[in-house]
Nanobody, 123 residues
């Protein structure tokens, strides 16, 4: 069983940066690929970025490329999402999800989800 806890969200001005963290419990976290999703108000959840369980492969949504970096520290059971040049349209609840395998875009299936962290970007 893996539990995911997101942190690092908050209120930031447009053009600013935030680093989100997804910390996992459980000794098998290093075998899970992890993705960050976001859900803007009134919209569907969408993929932001994903990283393989080895940390050697990553996938980014076109809307976020060049502005975000996903990374992981398996020794700390944590996956990070560094977000730069934030825009008001990046306002959303950001979730991390984990699952086994790697398709090139994300885990084969998502088995675990966190509760989310709110990111609000003011203009």
């Amino acid at each position: 069983q893996v539990q995911l806890v997101e942190s690092g969200g908050g209120l930031v001005q447009a053009g600013g940066s935030l680093r989100l963290s997804c910390e996992a419990s459980g000794s098998t976290f290093s075998t899970y690929s992890v993705a960050w999703f976001r859900q803007p108000p009134g919209k569907e959840r969408e993929l932001v970025a994903a990283i393989s369980w080895t940390g050697t492969s990553a996938n980014y949504a076109d809307s976020m490329k060049g502005r975000v970096i996903i990374s992981r520290d398996n020794a700390k059971n944590t996956v990070y999402l560094q977000m730069n040049a934030l825009k008001p349209e990046d306002t959303a609840v950001y979730y991390c999800g984990a699952g086994v395998g790697w398709t090139g875009r994300g885990p084969v299936a998502y088995e675990y989800w966190g509760q989310g962290t709110q990111v609000t970007v003011s203009s």
